[in-house]
């Protein structure tokens, strides 16, 4: 009767994995529910898929648009931290950028081709720029990979986001004399179009291809779920003060 009933309750919490998993993401399929099990609700390792060939996980890693669902978990991807991070960077970077190389390009003369051919910015304007060249300047991939690759459904909605925010962020920086920089002069207004439309589409379609190419690995290699599935499991459990030692 004893191990009846941890036999029941092992099953129990497996269907309810299974259930948070499927709540989480719809559009995921859980092995464990269609997995062989062996008396004691464990999968059988007897019978294990083999790896699937690269052209069906090629296919099978593409999802399908869910308008309505993934604008129904809209707040917890927006507030995921890869994206958070990601605008956090972005309006850091672009202030920082701002901050260093103001005044270095007020006094640059643009109208003269070799006025920027002996000078040259400091550290910190230079690693900022290289910050800002993948993370605003349309199309921003840089970020758009980090929410892409780590998004639980709906990557477009987070790469959308963020190119929003980068778009904004690009046009901060074109209106500053920093701008100068990047246009060499020209003026602001077709860089500002242009990111307004490239950089949140651009974006969008970045995160979801970083999305696609993670569930691609996950699924040509099926022991890199296996991996982390068992160092969850192997996770020892607190021990209850007097609990009595089985014999």
């Known amino acids: 009767m004893a191990r009846a009933k941890r036999t029941d309750r092992t099953e129990a919490r497996r269907r309810h994995r299974a259930e948070q998993a499927a709540l989480a993401d719809p559009t995921a399929v859980v092995a464990a529910e ?7 609700g464990a999968p059988s390792q007897a019978q294990t898929q083999p790896r699937p060939g ?8 593409y999802r399908p648009l869910d308008l ?3 604008l129904r978990v809209a707040p917890a991807v927006l507030t995921h931290w890869a994206v958070l991070a990601a605008i956090a960077i972005t309006v850091a970077a672009s202030a920082v950028f701002i901050i260093s190389t103001n005044d ?4 640059i003369d643009f109208s003269d081709p070799n006025a920027l051919i002996p000078r040259t910015p400091d550290t910190i304007s230079s690693i900022s720029y290289t910050i800002i060249s993948m993370l605003i300047v349309p199309p921003p991939m840089a970020g758009a990979f ?3 690759f780590t998004a639980k459904r709906a990557s477009w909605l987070g790469g959308l986001a963020y190119g929003i925010i ?5 046009a901060v920086v074109l209106l500053s004399p920093s701008g100068n920089l990047l246009t060499a002069g020209q003026p602001a207004d077709a860089g500002i179009a242009t990111a307004a439309t490239l950089s949140p589409l651009g974006a969008a379609m970045f995160a979801s291809a970083a999305a696609w190419y993670r569930r691609f690995l996950d699924l040509a290699n099926p022991n890199r779920n296996r991996a982390r ?3 969850g499991k192997a ?12 014999r």
């Open 34 to 40: 269609s997995a062989p099990t062996n008396g004691r």
């Open 54 to 61: 690269i052209m069906a996980s090629f296919k099978a890693a």
């Open 68 to 70: 309505r669902g993934d």
């Open 104 to 107: 270095f390009a007020a006094s």
């Open 146 to 148: 980090l929410i892409g």
């Open 166 to 170: 980068a778009a904004a962020c690009y």
């Open 229 to 231: 599935q068992q160092q």
């Open 235 to 246: 996770k020892p459990r607190p021990k209850t003060a007097g609990s009595a030692p089985r």
